[in-house]
């Protein structure tokens, strides 16, 4: 039994939990595990386990950013690293919202355990599969971004039961830092895509106009990673709480359509454009915010947030012999190259067609 497993036990032990039966649930791509627990009375629970050493360290808010380089890309980008106490602060921030995030039951903060409310299986990708329409799930979890955009003036740290956890912001530095994962991965998985140090300025010169524009309006709170893998559908309860929310440790303050576009677009499923766009109205028709503006900030940062998503699923396949990403890259494309034609992204509309060959654009 490893050192590990034998932590697990003492932890559950502690929480009163020795006696519930354990199933793992299947691995994603971070470094975080999960078992459904079963009590002897037939509730369940989850357990979330994170090592905390298992990744590069978290982002100072004191560090500049050539340290942030330096220490590794939690820095660069902002990550938590995984850490619990980063889920258990913005959990607490969520449902101060108003909102449905886990309730921590127990937790083990520097050992990286917690015992969370259990929301059971029915994500959005999963019910809209299985034929529920799609549109009142899409408008729900729509509401519930403007619900936790309304939230006033926000703190600097996110308090929580396991500390208070800085809110940071995903600033120029972490944005460029996304887009680069393309040109660093995409050569490693198609090597005939060979930047030069001319191209590689040439990138960040386009994409810099983007990246200083969602760091000069980061000012909601992001989950990050919004989309219908991550949204659980809780038809019970009302209004915007349906939409429970799951896997939000990492989130930053952002502009408020960082959200939006990783909800619309999304790598792993098709969200219809017709459905796109009412979505996108319905939360500027409640917010009362210039549409137009907002489209044109949502375009380019999609876009940028496509370009990182590549990067990342290049890295997933190249790097750790997970193939299965390259099935979403077609869609991310898709996605990538209907945005680069709108006004706006001329730069670097122009780079991708002097330096990938279209055959590999799609």
């Not at 454009?273 to 009412?278: F, G, I, M, R």
Request: aromatic share 8%; net charge negative.
């Amino acid at each position: 039994m490893s050192d590990r497993e034998l932590q697990r036990l003492d932890f559950l032990r502690a929480a009163g939990l020795a006696e519930a039966a354990r199933a793992p649930l299947p691995g994603d791509a971070s470094t975080r595990r999960y078992e459904r627990l079963t009590t002897p009375s037939g509730s369940t629970l989850m357990l979330m386990d994170q090592p905390p050493a298992a990744e590069s360290r978290p982002c100072d808010p004191s560090w500049t950013p050539e340290r942030r380089r330096a220490e590794g890309w939690n820095a660069v980008a902002r990550l938590s690293a995984g850490r619990i106490e980063a889920f258990a602060a913005v959990a607490e921030h969520l449902r101060q919202a108003g909102l449905s995030a886990p309730e921590i039951v127990a937790l083990d903060a520097p050992g990286g355990l917690a015992v969370i409310e259990d929301f059971g299986d029915d994500l959005f990708a999963r019910v809209i599969g299985d034929g529920e329409p799609q549109a009142p799930l899409y408008l729900a979890a729509v509401d519930a971004l403007i619900r936790l955009h309304l939230v006033g003036v926000l703190p600097t740290a996110l308090p929580g039961p396991g500390g208070d956890w800085p809110l940071l912001s995903y600033d120029a530095t972490a944005l460029q830092g996304g887009a680069d994962l393309f040109v660093e991965w995409m050569p490693r998985l198609y090597p005939e895509l060979d930047f030069s140090a001319a191209a590689l300025d040439e990138w960040r010169a386009a994409w810099a106009p983007v990246a200083a524009m969602g760091e000069d309006k980061a000012w909601v709170v992001a989950h990050r990673d919004y989309h219908a893998e991550n949204l659980i559908w809780l038809p019970q309860r009302a209004e915007h709480r349906r939409v429970g929310l799951i896997d939000f440790q990492d989130a930053v303050l952002a502009h408020p359509v960082w959200d939006l576009h990783s909800l619309l677009q999304d790598a792993r499923r098709d969200v219809p454009p017709e459905l796109e766009k009412v979505a996108f109205d319905h939360y500027c028709e409640a917010m009362m915010v210039d549409r137009e503006a907002y489209w044109r900030d949502y375009v380019a940062l999609a876009a940028l947030n496509e370009a990182r998503i590549l990067g990342i699923f290049a890295r997933l396949i190249a790097r750790d012999g997970k193939p299965r990403y390259r099935q979403f890259m077609p869609r991310v494309w898709a996605h990538l190259n209907a945005n680069l034609e709108r006004p706006g992204l001329e730069a670097v509309r122009a780079w991708f067609e002097r330096h990938v060959p279209a055959e590999r654009r799609g």
